[in-house]
Nanobody
Framework: QLQASGGGLVQPGGSLRLSCAAS????????IAWFRQAPGREREFVAA????????VYGDSVKGRSTISRDNANNRVDLQVDILKAEDTAVYFC??????????????????WGQGTQVTVSS
């Protein structure tokens, strides 16, 4: 099971740190990614981190202002997003991929999903 947390109401220009904690499974065997979904829109790839943590990839919408990191010892992956904008408002999900790294941007390839945490950027 994956559990996402850390969402909330943030002012534009602020920062947020989301966490994805795993229970009942070891995340070190999976690529972990964050996706987000705003009302009426498709689920969007935000960022992914490889099993070892050595490789990270970001979606265009957050590139340059976001950092994904993992702590395999504590079964946890964090996503820091800075300079938040109104268009960052969405439900953020973490997900685990046991398959190929080449599939990281495809939500249907993921094996396990957290329940989502709401991020609202508004003044």
């Amino acid at each position: 099971q994956l559990q996402a947390s850390g969402g909330g109401l943030v002012q534009p220009g602020g920062s947020l740190r989301l966490s994805c904690a795993a229970s009942g499974r070891t995340i070190s065997s999976a690529t972990i990614a964050w996706f987000r979904q705003a009302p009426g829109r498709e689920r969007e790839f935000v960022a992914a981190v490889s099993r070892s943590g050595a490789t990270t990839v970001y979606g265009d919408s957050v590139k340059g202002r976001s950092t994904i990191s993992r702590d395999n010892a504590n079964n946890r992956v964090d996503l820091q997003v800075d300079i938040l904008k109104a268009e960052d408002t969405a439900v953020y999900f973490c997900a685990a991929l046991s398959g190929s790294w080449s599939q990281i941007r495809r939500p249907h390839e993921y094996d396990d999903w957290g329940q989502g945490t709401q991020v609202t950027v508004s003044s």
